[in-house]
């Protein structure tokens, strides 16, 4: 048993480490693992799983998207796009579409690299 927890804790270190800006704690009721940032003062990131396994791929999922939508919007800054994610809830727990927004055209995708694409493309036409 005192093995388990060990590997639990130094399971869960590595988690925090890698993760800082994320808050990770343990709820008894359901039984699960739940992560949460504030990026910002409106809004509150929330992830949840059964075990450190499956939230450490959830935290490395919501981690790329971040960094995607960052890269998205300075590389399309003053284009008059707005960028974010949707829940797709139809494609499975978790799945988020990235997706950019301007005077009425909405554009989405599952990968920033995609939608990179998809922007240029439109921007082109003009």
Do not use: C, N
Request: glycine share 10%.
């Amino acid at each position: 048993m005192l093995e388990v927890m060990t590997d639990l804790a130094a399971e869960l270190a590595e988690l925090l480490d890698r993760y800082g800006s994320w808050q990770v704690e343990y709820q008894d009721h359901p039984r699960a693992w739940v992560a949460t940032r504030r990026p910002g003062p409106s809004q509150v990131h929330v992830l949840a799983a059964y075990d450190l396994a499956g939230l450490r791929d959830k935290l490395a999922s919501a981690e790329t998207l971040s960094t995607g939508l960052a890269d998205l919007r300075g590389e399309f800054a003053g284009s008059g796009f707005t960028f974010g994610t949707v829940w797709a809830s139809a494609a499975g727990p978790g799945a988020r579409r990235l997706y950019a927004g301007r005077a009425g055209v909405l554009i989405t995708s599952w990968t920033a690299a995609e939608l990179r694409t998809r922007l240029r493309e439109e921007l082109t036409g003009e």
